[in-house]
């Protein structure tokens, strides 16, 4: 089965960008749709933005940070890596990120953790 490998997390201050990075190890069991969720601690794991391949478009359904992020993959290939730009980072963007496929999805990555300081 296809691994995910995030990155790019880390201690920032509020206001700053960062830039996440998903990998995938390999094309099986690869879907047209991938997106970035995250899971604040103690809190659920929630989708924040996905990207369908094929028409290249992107979506939001998180309102708390509509506006704040960039979903777009490296190119139209299947083990293309997906990135998330969010900007503006604000406390409550502290959690845990996690790229997968829209369900069903395919076993978690280990995240990469954002934490935001004011």
């Known amino acids: 089965q296809v691994q995910l490998v995030e990155s790019g997390g880390g201690l920032v201050q509020a206001g700053k960008s960062l830039k996440l990075n998903c990998q995938f190890s390999?094309?099986?069991?690869?879907?047209?749709?991938a997106g970035w969720y995250r899971q604040a601690p103690g809190g659920e794991r929630s989708l924040v933005a996905f990207h369908i391949r094929s028409s290249d478009t992107a979506h939001y359904p998180d309102s708390s940070m509509k506006g704040r992020l960039t979903i777009s993959r490296a190119n139209a290939g299947a083990k293309a890596p997906l990135y998330l730009e969010i900007q503006g980072l604000r406390r409550e963007d502290t959690a845990v990120y996690f790229c997968?496929?829209?369900?069903?999805?395919?076993?978690w990555g280990q995240g990469t953790h954002v934490t935001v300081v004011s």
């Open positions: 390999d094309t099986s069991g690869a879907r047209d749709t």
């Open positions: 997968n496929y829209e369900a069903p999805v395919a076993p």
